[in-house]
């Protein structure tokens, strides 16, 4: 069975309550923060985690460019405080009172908070050398140049690309898939080719196929769920075949908490002919992702869920790809000469970044990196499997709730989140009260997955997302509120 913990199926229609009638009786007046208070001091030590020993926290200090220096701690101050302890004092934001509360942010697969290491960095740039890039030969602009693409190039570092001119910096994953689709897509797929994706894609890997696939008479084939909820892989392989074009999949599926085997994947579609292009927004800010080892010919992220600021993705294509693909826009930069009845166009990247680019945002992504990096993306892994697995076995204690995906075990590995129902009672009712009652933030809706949410036989699902700096005291303040809330509107009924 599917991670089922107390009723067989979410309703379709949840009976739905009219929140400014529920939520008068409670008195605002009274509430008391109830959340646990973290420490708020900046973070001066670097600590291991306990199941990755030998590994390092760096930690930044107020100067962004300031080398950050390990110090280690006795073994049992080491052993009491969790990565999410250590790490949430460097997230400013974390440390703010919500409708009477400790905030508790559990909202992070929608976007992930960011630490000062980046804020200061941001100053830092718009305070000193705010310039354009690439077009001027002035102190200013070559600081600019130098920063923006020291950012390509840790991007590049980070995840193991052949080429730091294999990144391509886009406003967000979205427009890095787009790309693909009006450059590649438009210029390779003919009527009658295949293209194949899963119904738990984001609508962001759907939408410009569709598109696509209306221009150029391709046709989409969609993989469906096994009983477990979980994209049915024996499926995916039967479908492929040399009509085949393209595959379309997540790595981390960002309502079932699911993780697909890219790397086969990858040898079962190149076995046919076929690209593949990975949505990656929900792996690359929690696990190491290396392209080359996975073998993927295009991967996508997006710089607000890993710490970064909004305004900026990426776009990871093999050179040989990339070289072969038209411009996606027309404009400054991207062109090689100008003539007024043709132009000729840059190489990668360039070819693909037309006009200004979101420059700070970039060298946000940077510092971005560097944070992440300084943890150690296996240590934030390692700590998220934790915090995954009793975020869903807190939530498991929940009467009448159903989680969507596979149960964890120890073969099965979920992300850090959790979509679920609970009988009778509207999801967005939910975190309404959550959020008005309690303090704690999480995501109610289709996530921008109503193709997954049907196959699922509901409209709409409550998410909760983690994220390193979270803690197990969060996990058990938001399971206990969960509960009250649960109390509150059946007690209405």
Not at 334 to 356: L, W
């Amino acid at each position: 069975m599917a991670a089922l913990c107390h009723f067989p199926s979410a309703p379709s229609s949840p009976r739905l309550f009219p929140l400014s009638r529920l939520l008068s009786p409670v008195s605002r007046a009274s509430k008391q923060p109830q959340h646990l208070l973290l420490a708020a001091s900046p973070i001066e030590n670097s600590i291991p985690n306990a199941s990755t020993a030998g590994s390092r926290l760096r930690c930044f200090s107020s100067s962004p460019n300031a080398a950050a220096s390990p110090v280690t701690l006795p073994s049992d101050e080491r052993e009491s405080r969790s990565l999410g302890d250590i790490t949430r004092p460097d997230f400013p934001i974390l440390r703010q009172v919500v409708n009477g509360f400790n905030l508790v942010y559990l909202d992070n697969a929608a976007t992930s908070q960011k630490p000062s290491a980046v804020l200061d960095v941001l100053n830092e740039y718009y305070e000193t050398y705010n310039s354009n890039v690439h077009r001027g030969v002035h102190y200013l602009s070559a600081k600019a140049t130098d920063a923006y693409e020291e950012a390509r190039t840790k991007v590049a570092t980070f995840v193991n690309a052949m080429d730091r001119r294999e990144i391509v910096f886009t406003r967000n994953a979205t427009e890095a898939i787009n790309l693909v689709a009006y450059s590649w897509g438009l210029s390779n797929l003919r009527s009658g080719d295949e293209i194949l994706l899963t119904v738990a894609e984001h609508h962001s890997a759907i939408v410009p196929w569709q598109i696509v696939a209306k221009k150029t008479g391709a046709i989409l084939k969609y993989v469906g769920l096994t009983k477990e909820e979980v994209p049915d892989l024996d499926l995916l392989k039967g479908l492929l075949s040399k009509n085949t074009k393209l595959v379309v999949t997540h790595h981390v599926s960002n309502v079932l908490g699911s993780v697909l085997p890219i790397d086969d994947i990858v040898v079962w579609s190149h076995n046919v002919g076929a690209k593949v292009l990975v949505d990656a927004c929900q792996s690359v800010p929690h696990m190491i992702v290396d392209v080359q080892k996975l073998g993927v010919d295009f991967l996508v992220a997006s710089s607000h869920k890993m710490c970064g600021p909004t305004g900026v993705g990426f776009l990871y294509g093999k050179i040989e790809l990339l070289s072969s693909m038209p411009p996606f826009l027309g404009g400054g930069e991207m062109i090689s000469d100008v003539f007024q009845d043709y132009s000729t166009y840059a190489e990668p990247p360039s070819r693909f970044e037309a006009g200004t680019p979101a420059i700070g945002e970039a060298i946000g992504l940077g510092a971005a990196i560097d944070y992440l990096s300084s943890i150690s993306m296996q240590t934030i892994h390692n700590y998220e499997v934790e915090l995954s697995n009793y975020l869903y076995h807190s939530l498991c204690s929940v009467p009448n709730l159903h989680i969507y995906g596979p149960a964890p075990s120890e073969t099965v590995h979920r992300a850090a989140l959790c979509s679920f129902n609970v009988e009778k009672i509207h999801p967005t009712d939910i975190a309404t009260f959550l959020d008005e009652q309690h303090g704690v933030a999480i995501r109610s809706g289709h996530h921008c997955a109503q193709p997954l949410h049907r196959a699922l036989g509901v409209t709409s699902s409550a998410r909760a997302s983690l994220y390193f700096y979270n803690t197990k005291e969060e996990v058990d303040a938001f399971t206990q509120a969960l509960k009250d809330t649960i109390d509150f509107f059946t007690s209405a009924l």
